[in-house]
């Protein structure tokens, strides 16, 4: 990718994920509805980085504007495994690298974004059990 299109590239982005949030999402939300997203800002943030190779995305204008369109009572899961469990998982990944650097990434922007890790390794009851945890946590004031 050359260098004017990787600057460009996350205010495409950026400007498509915001036309999906108003028609896909908001429009939901108005009537009151509670929509989960699975794949979303923080997958999408994660992408740009590794595709542009600008891990600095976050910090920059545009990376600040795609976080902030995030809804602000959002409850946001990372569910964590080791990159080997991933690959294993999933038949489409390219390979280990790529599972490396984007857990890398996840596991950074939940712990600068206080975003909650679960331990996606425990049986499947369990995940969701601490998803549900989370859930029912109360807002902070």
Do not use: Q
Not at 7 to 16: A, E, H, I, M
Not at 105 to 115: M, S, V
Request: glycine share 4%; hydrophobic share 45%.
């Amino acid at each position: 990718m050359n260098r004017a299109l990787a600057r460009l590239w996350p205010w495409f982005f950026t400007l498509d994920t915001l036309i999906y949030l108003i028609l896909r999402i908001e429009v939901w939300r108005i009537f009151g509805f509670i929509v989960l997203c699975d794949r979303f800002v923080l997958d999408i943030l994660v992408d740009l980085m590794c595709e542009t190779k600008d891990y600095r995305l976050p910090e920059r204008l545009v990376g600040r504007l795609l976080l902030s369109l995030i809804p602000k009572n959002s409850k946001l899961v990372v569910i964590d495994v080791a990159e080997g469990t991933a690959y294993c998982r999933k038949h489409d990944i390219p390979n280990i690298g790529y599972l490396k650097e984007r857990r890398r990434l996840y596991l950074a922007l939940a712990k600068t974004l206080r975003i909650h890790v679960i331990n996606g390794e425990k049986e499947v009851n369990k995940v969701h059990e601490d998803i549900l945890k989370i859930l029912k946590e109360k807002e902070d004031v």
